[in-house]
């Protein structure tokens, strides 16, 4: 008898550059790895621009680890010259693959919308010039964001829309558009049916997975600080939506995580081809 093959996952979007990590990254880093999380994509776009500046220094010292910077919808009304400055210096850095997180999130409204929209547009402008992909976080505004990658030719560049929140056309109108939509632990929670149908919208080749951690734990880990090696959870639910074993879930959204993000990928067992 044969052992089985261990499954390997990607968490394509975590926020581990954070300080809810900072008494226990290295720990948090080495519990992904033990779960199967390989391959996981830090979102450097919380606040000032230092967040970009930790994730890219993250990836730089783990080859697990890969870098997008960007600002945050909820801080685009904050943005000075100054973080432009360091957007577009990093932008081209060998590790970070997309600009991101940007969008608009008209649920919180922390930043005006018209600043939301402003620093979407140039921030796709960016991602465009330096031949990345974009992750957009889109909170109830998905007509508009829409609109705003129509317009500013995102397609060109393609991206994830993260943390997918709206309804199954809304997914359809994504997919459509040829963006990849990640699903993260909501997908568990009780009162999200509209999440879950939505899978069933989305062609495996383009489903990705992500904690969106330290938020948004997945049950049975919901309450809790989120962390990558979670993302378990998740495939599992998502899996179970899709309709196909959790092993051919996961080695997809490894295979989608790194073509989209033009990472090597990652045979099953996790090594290099
Ligand atoms: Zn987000
Ligand atoms: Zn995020």
Known sequence: ?????PIVYTDSHAHVDGPEFDADRDQVLARARAAGVRRIVVIGAVGEPSSAERAVALAERDPDVFATVATHPHDAGKMTPDWWAVHERLATHPRVVAIGETG????YDHSERGAQADAFRRFIALARKVGKPVVCHIRDAHPESRAILDDCGAAEVGGVIHCFTGTPDDATAYVAMGFHV??????????????RDAVRCVPLDRILIETDCPYLAPVPRRGRRNEP?????????????????VAELAAATVANTARIFRFPALDVAGAYP
């Open 1 to 5: 008898m044969t052992t089985p093959t």
């Open 229 to 245: 090696a979670f993302v378990v959870h998740t495939a599992e639910a998502v899996a179970h939506e899709a309709g196909i074993p």
């Open 182 to 195: 990640s699903f993260s632990g909501i997908i568990t929670y009780k009162n999200a049916q509209p999440i």
């Open 104 to 107: 608009l999130d008209f649920y």
